[in-house]
């Protein structure tokens, strides 16, 4: 009976959120920091004690995790078709990661400083208000690769299926041609999202068994198709003789494009990475990122470039996807081999979504409007658009300019990535009032909630690179030539510096005094002693200038704390 009863309130809940908006208002929760008039629930709001879990092995983890997955595999390809060599597609990738990690640890330390989200953490820097320009960049971005991922992870699990059972593969197709996708490729993509699904409802700060998981299985695997490969073969291939067919400038640019490829590939996490290193238990295991990004991108494709070479002499072709390669062997062992990678593939995109792409859009979405998302909700809503509204079958499918463009959404993100970085380094010199962040009538309203000097360098971060990214779509169309196209070249890395370039000239020249405070005003200062603290929330005087008495006493409460 108890169980019918439960199935009864679920069916009536759903019939309630489908015929009232109302229904769906969550419970109002009290924050410890903002207004009662502001709506605001607890995954908005500064990451208690408890749930700061995260060390520097979890980073490690999580980047194994995020890192290792197919699209990652599959890199090297586009810097060899280019007409450069393996040496050229190892370097840009290398040096791809350590210029992405440069705003990465930069951005990172916001996080494990504050323990506030991004979209908090964008307040200080871009005005209350238009730090939801911000985070809807960023909520787009995440979008578009949580629907290319999911769609990735359903090839690795038809491997799986098809490794058990062969006429799996045989499933005849009821569907018109002109919708982009079969009815076998249907069944897995539906499979694959349907396994995905509880495992996107997990805390983020419980994670981390999911990140050793994949880390361990996509190693094992990666070493093992390469090993496995050269053996068969006997050889690791000719690719290592190529010659590159272009030379000179031509040459340099293009090792600058791939470059910049891989880099943007990492701009969303660039920018939103303090919703993760907000659960860091100190302030100083985040910045082995640096390390951990490079090292393991380059070892990925390392044993890419390895296995692909040593596919050509078994198949007389160059293969970069994985779960094609594996598709080819048969046998009792060869099958083995295909579940095992197809497995490992798919706990791959798994943690890929889970890591970059859906935390990261449920974060932006409880920020936009938190009287109807929480991280759960969110993410439910995230995964039903990505996997199912966005039609991945048609973005994978369609002309290469389309991925090119959302590659190029890098340029988007570049200009927030540096403002978010300057603003806490160079401006406010990681002196920040936290629970300002929350307040729309505080001290990081600026003008009706918008920096202005954020809005200038955007618009001059990002201006000069949109020609470029035409170009890129369309080159018939738009037809560039010049040194306009090779500002596009180097996109990634103008958008960072003259970005702080600006933003920082801009707050030196127009300095933001009501944003200053003395010294940082932490938010575990309110943690479980609200009542103690009400006295010190109002700490700017009537002229905006800052009451260091009153900082001094907020920091003086939270004693050893800090």
């Not at 820097?125 to 690769?145: C, D, E, Y």
């Not at 919708?179 to 700060?205: A, E």
């Not at 300057?422 to 003008?447: A, E, M, N, Q, T």
């Not at 005087?541 to 050893?560: A, I, P, Q, W, Y």
């Amino acid at each position: 009976m108890t169980l019918r009863n439960r199935f009864d309130r679920m069916g009536a809940d759903i019939k309630a959120k489908a015929t009232s908006r109302a229904a769906w208002v969550l419970p109002k929760e009290s924050s410890s920091f903002a207004p009662p008039d502001t709506w605001t629930n607890k995954d908005n709001d500064v990451t208690p004690p408890e749930r700061r879990t995260w060390t520097a092995f979890t980073i490690l983890g999580y980047w194994f995790s995020d890192a290792l997955n197919m699209q990652r595999w599959e890199a090297p390809a586009s810097v060899i078709i280019l007409g450069l060599t393996w040496r050229e597609a190892i370097l840009s990738q290398t040096l791809g990661m350590i210029i992405v990690s440069i705003p990465m640890v930069f951005n990172g330390a916001i996080g494990a400083n504050l323990h506030v989200p991004y979209p908090v953490a964008a307040r200080s820097s871009f005005g209350f208000h238009f730090a939801k320009f911000a985070v809807i960049v960023r909520l787009v971005t995440a979008l578009f690769w949580h629907s290319i991922q999911s769609y990735s992870g359903s090839f690795a699990l038809t491997n799986c299926i098809s490794a058990i059972w062969p006429s799996y593969l045989d499933i005849p197709n009821h569907i018109p041609k002109g919708i982009g996708i079969t009815t076998q490729q249907m069944v897995s993509h539906l499979l694959f999202w349907s396994i995905q699904f509880p495992i996107l409802m997990i805390p983020p700060h419980k994670l981390r068994w999911l990140f050793v998981f994949k880390a361990i299985i996509v190693i094992a695997s990666s070493i093992g198709v390469a090993a496995g490969m050269v053996k068969y073969a006997s050889s690791s291939g000719d690719i290592w003789d190529q010659e590159p067919t272009v030379h000179g400038s031509q040459r340099a640019w293009l090792i600058m494009t791939a470059m910049m490829s891989s880099a943007g590939g990492w701009a969303t996490m660039a920018t939103n990475i303090p919703d993760f290193t907000r659960y860091m238990k100190g302030t100083k295991g985040q910045y082995w990122q640096a390390l951990f990004l490079p090292v393991i991108c380059t070892f990925l494709a390392v044993m890419s470039i390895i296995a692909t070479s040593a596919g050509k002499v078994v198949y007389g072709q160059y293969i970069w996807d994985p779960t094609v390669l594996a598709s080819k062997w048969t046998g009792p062992k060869g099958r083995t081999a295909r579940f095992f990678v197809g497995f490992s593939w798919a706990v791959a995109q798994i943690g890929t979504n889970v890591g970059a792409n859906v935390v990261t859009a449920a974060n932006d979405l409880t920020s936009l409007c938190p009287k109807y998302f929480n991280i759960r909700r969110g993410a439910i809503i995230v995964t039903i658009i990505g996997g199912w509204v966005m039609q991945p079958w048609k973005i994978i499918r369609s002309a290469s300019s389309l991925l090119t463009f959302m590659s190029g959404l890098a340029i988007f993100l570049a200009p927030v990535a540096a403002v978010l970085a300057s603003d806490y380094w160079l401006v406010k010199r990681r002196k920040i009032d936290v629970p300002g962040l929350y307040d729309p009538h505080g001290r990081y309203k600026y003008w009706h909630g918008v920096n202005w000097r954020a809005v200038v360098t955007f618009a001059v971060s990002l201006g000069p690179n949109l020609p470029g990214l035409a170009n890129s779509v369309n080159h018939r169309s738009v037809g560039l030539t010049g040194g306009i196209v090779h500002l596009w070249d180097v996109n990634y890395l103008y958008g960072l510096f003259v970005a702080v370039f600006v933003y920082v000239s801009l707050s030196l020249l127009f300095p933001p005094k009501e944003t200053f405070v003395a010294e940082l005003i932490s938010g575990d200062v309110c943690v479980g002693t609200v009542d103690a603290e009400s006295e010190l929330i109002d700490d700017v005087s009537g002229d905006g200038s800052v009451d260091t008495s009153l900082e001094k006493k907020r920091v003086d409460v939270e004693g050893e704390k800090f």
